[in-house]
């Protein structure tokens, strides 16, 4: 019993302290790098380079992309249907287009 209660503990820290991660199939990856790269393109100013890591889920369970945008640094989270929810940007990180600063621009 005492055995029992200890390998319990111990995994339920180890769930506690690694987190429950979703792994995303490929359709998935594809479809949140490419929203994220369209919407970063058509709502802000003078991107140059996008470069985007692999996608994760965020603690409050949003699947998460981190980038950077001509070298600053950004976390972009989508909704499930793929909706940008909000992006976290870094000093450096290009200007909203004028035209997107009250609504975002179509992506």
């Given amino acids: 019993m005492k055995k029992l209660n ?3 503990s111990l995994i339920i820290l180890l769930l506690i302290f690694t987190g429950c991660t979703e792994e995303y199939d ?3 990856i594809m479809k949140a790098k490419q929203t994220a790269e369209s919407y970063l393109r058509n709502n802000y100013q003078d991107v140059e380079s996008i470069e985007l890591e692999e996608p994760y889920q965020s603690p409050m369970g949003s699947l998460s992309i981190d980038g950077t945008v001509n070298g600053a640094g950004f ?5 499930e249907d793929f909706t940008v929810a909000m992006v976290g940007k870094k000093e450096g990180f290009p200007e909203h287009k004028d035209v997107c600063e009250e609504k975002d621009c179509d992506y």
């Fill in 26 to 28: 490929e359709e998935t």
């Fill in 75 to 79: 976390t972009i989270d989508l909704n």
């Fill in 6 to 8: 200890i390998s319990l």
